[in-house]
């Protein structure tokens, strides 16, 4: 039993996890997220120096707060050699040991296939001035690399490194299982709903035993893994193409003060001039009115995933909440994607934020959908992506995947609009748009998982 506290810092939003790791006196940080108060609250809730700040990859799916970390407590920021940065860092290469403090032992393993230059961490705790050794390690802070039931993608850096980093992904993954005991715990960076995993799961915790009896890299031939996870993987948010590139220049700390305060006047302006007014709240107050032009990207589902998807990079943003605490809390999802300063704000609700007559549509089920086709001819736009329209679709349905929408949106034929996806979140940021584009619509707000079940016929593989 490890005498070693290592502590999880939860992005539900993003999918992702970073740890704190201490033996009562020092700590260290693998892979923390860009709002480094999170941890500097747990420094000082456990009264610990941090002394180290450790990086498994440069990051693609958030802006890393480890150089900023770094930079407030004056801790080591230990980041792979090999990686090109334009910042001061502890290079570190395969088969590094660093020691933290007298008691925790860190071994960087190269680990490739997420990204080249990936490293994990293997921990090992000293007993009596004495290692214990990697066979024996407390576990593994495996990044991209190993996941629960999973690996990380290898294809973000581009379909020509997909071939070769998805077979560096399986032979990583076997190094881990090979090098650490069954006990060893895993503590991954991805595989919570992150993009950057090849697939999910459910699990909270695991141990290297554990994967070696049911994750797919360690109990497949390399040639099925590899087919497999290649034909399993779908699109990724387009804001992923800026994360490295942030990284990689070392990002300052998060200014999240609240910004300027909008009116009615100002909010209509910044409409007309091509900027986003982004209504935070939950979809079915938004149908229900919202002041005309604004899009709904409520703070209940994947808010900054679909909103850095979907804004055309450098887009200003002003944000509408009813509580300046979810102003606040929107601001802080946003910075950890690289959008550090939304150009405005207003608080309250949609009397206060426009100077027109409110908007707002009809939400419904796929009950009602298969009953309003026994009568009239409506559009049914269907916005999941591709790889799930393609595995069971309603029949007759437009497939725009949300993440083209924007762009495409001429291509939504005339007539009434019907939009579902899996579940409505994603369906009624569609619905925002095709409202503020003046389309007659209503918002499907069901599971897709009912739409068979109420007489809509589905065709696709799955059907």
């Known amino acids: 039993m490890s005498n070693l506290t290592v502590l999880v810092i939860e992005t539900p939003t993003l999918g992702d996890r970073s740890y704190l790791v201490h033996d009562g006196e020092v700590a260290f940080v693998v892979d923390p997220q860009r709002d480094i108060d999170r941890v500097l609250d747990l420094l000082e809730q456990h009264d610990v120096r941090l002394t180290h700040v450790f990086e498994t990859h440069i990051h693609n799916d958030y802006v890393t707060g480890g150089f900023a970390l770094a930079q407030r407590t004056g801790a080591q920021y230990l980041v792979n050699g090999d990686d090109d940065v334009s910042f001061d860092r502890i290079p570190l290469s395969d088969g590094q040991v660093v020691e933290v403090g007298e008691r925790m ?11 080249y230059n ?63 005991p069954d006990d060893a715990d895993v503590y991954p960076t991805h595989g919570f709903g992150s993009f950057c995993s090849a697939s999910q799961s459910d699990a909270t915790s695991s141990t290297i035993g ?30 992923y193409a800026h994360m490295a590139p942030v990284n990689a220049a070392g990002p300052s700390e998060p200014d999240l003060s609240p910004p300027s305060v909008a009116d009615a006047r100002e909010l209509r302006e910044r409409m007309e ?53 979810e102003v606040a809390e929107a601001q802080r999802e946003l910075v950890r994607i690289g959008i550090d300063r939304p150009a405005a704000h207003a608080t309250g609700g949609p009397e206060a934020w426009s100077d027109r007559p409110l908007s707002s549509f009809a939400r419904a089920t796929f009950a009602d959908l298969a009953d309003v086709r026994h009568h009239r001819e409506v559009v049914v ?17 437009i497939n725009i995947p949300l993440h083209e929408l924007w762009d495409r949106l001429a291509e939504v034929p005339a007539g009434e609009v019907w939009v579902h996806c899996a579940g409505g979140y994603r369906a009624s940021i569609a619905a925002s748009m095709l409202d503020a584009a003046g389309r ?21 593989p799955a059907a």
Do not use: C, M
């Open 440 to 460: 007659s619509l209503v918002a499907i707000d069901d599971s897709f998982d009912y739409a068979e079940q109420v007489g809509l016929h589905l065709v696709g």
């Open 210 to 239: 554990r994967e070696k009896k049911s994750n797919p890299v360690l109990t497949q031939d390399e040639q099925t893994y590899v087919d497999e996870l290649l034909d399993g993987l779908g699109a990724w948010p387009a804001y």
């Open 273 to 325: 001039a091509g900027e986003w007014v982004v209504d935070l709240r939950s979809r079915t107050a938004f149908a229900a009115g919202h002041a005309p032009g604004t899009l709904n990207f409520g703070l209940d589902g994947g808010f900054a995933t679909y909103l850095g998807w979907l804004v055309a990079w450098g887009t200003p943003i002003t944000l509408l909440g009813e509580t300046a605490e």
């Open 381 to 397: 736009l269907d916005v999941r992506r591709t790889d799930e329209y393609d595995s069971a679709r309603i029949e007759g349905a």
């Open 105 to 115: 032992r860190v071994t960087a393993l190269a680990t490739p296939g997420h990204t």
């Open 118 to 180: 990936h490293l994990s961490y293997a921990l090992s705790e000293l007993i009596d001035g004495h290692a214990e050794g990697l066979d024996q390690s407390v576990g593994i802070f495996s990044g991209g690399s190993l996941l629960y039931g999973a690996t990380g993608r290898p294809d973000l850096l581009g379909p020509e490194h997909t071939h070769d980093l998805v077979r560096h992904q399986h032979a990583s993954a076997h190094r881990l299982a090979d090098l650490l």
